[in-house]
Antibody
Framework: EVQMVESGGGLVQPGGSLRLSCVVSGFTFNNYWMSWVRQPPGKGLEWVANIKQDGGEKNYVGSVRGRFTISRDNAKNSLYLQMNNLRPEDTAVYYC?????WGQGTLVTVSS | DIQMTQSPSSLSASVGDRVTITCQASQDINIHLNWYQQKPGKAPKLLIYAAFSLQSGVPSRFSGSGSGTDFTFTINNLQPEDIATYYCQQYVNFITFGQGTRLEIK
């Protein structure tokens, strides 16, 4: 069974940092580009970042470029998102996704 | 950046109806388009990939068509379990989602 399990979400103050993790099983992780996608409460989906199979290419949506860093560890079947200088508008459920598979999401709340 | 314009934003239909959602890309994306279904509190589920290919395990009442800039998603014989929000997604140039279509049953 394919599983993607995100963790690391929580409540953080504006300007703070969080690191999200996504552990994948039952899926040939190193065969696929992987993405982070977020969804603010009650709103639509927004792609945040993606990373090539070998980690050699990374892309970001403009609103997070320079603040967020995507990375992966193929030996651990894991995807990460380091989020710095967080803003209230970053509040969302964050999903990891690869091919047709998505995790269940982890909620990040940025508030004082 | 490629913009995806999805319409309508919401619609109401009866069980057994045929439902159509459209998605227009701001530039040619060939067939690099997916359709997702999202139910409340759940992750999105891929239904259609590469504009018209049905994902494994998805009922055949779901279908997609189009290429270039104009795409259509259709549900034939609408069922109560199809209540959800549907999104298009392009992946030719980074990734962009449409705004979503909330589908309700009359």
């Amino acid at each position: 069974e394919v599983q993607m399990v995100e963790s690391g979400g929580g409540l953080v103050q504006p300007g703070g940092s969080l690191r999200l993790s996504c552990v994948v099983s039952g899926f040939t992780f190193n065969n696929y580009w992987m993405s982070w996608v977020r969804q603010p409460p009650g709103k639509g989906l927004e792609w945040v970042a993606n990373i090539k199979q070998d980690g050699g290419e990374k892309n970001y949506v403009g609103s997070v470029r320079g603040r967020f860093t995507i990375s992966r560890d193929n030996a651990k079947n894991s995807l990460y998102l380091q989020m710095n200088n967080l803003r209230p508008e970053d509040t969302a459920v964050y999903y990891c996704a690869g091919s047709a598979v998505w995790g269940q999401g982890t909620l990040v709340t940025v508030s004082s | 950046d490629i913009q995806m314009t999805q319409s309508p934003s919401s619609l109401s239909a009866s069980v057994g109806d045929r439902v159509t959602i459209t998605c227009q890309a701001s530039q040619d994306i060939n067939i690099h388009l997916n359709w997702y279904q999202q139910k409340p509190g759940k992750a999105p589920k891929l239904l259609i990939y590469a504009a018209f290919s049905l994902q494994s395990g998805v009922p055949s009442r779901f279908s997609g068509s189009g290429s270039g800039t104009d795409f259509t998603f259709t549900i034939n014989n609408l069922q109560p379990e199809d209540i959800a929000t549907y999104y298009c997604q392009q992946y030719v140039n980074f990734i962009t989602f449409g705004q979503g279509t909330r589908l309700e049953i009359k």
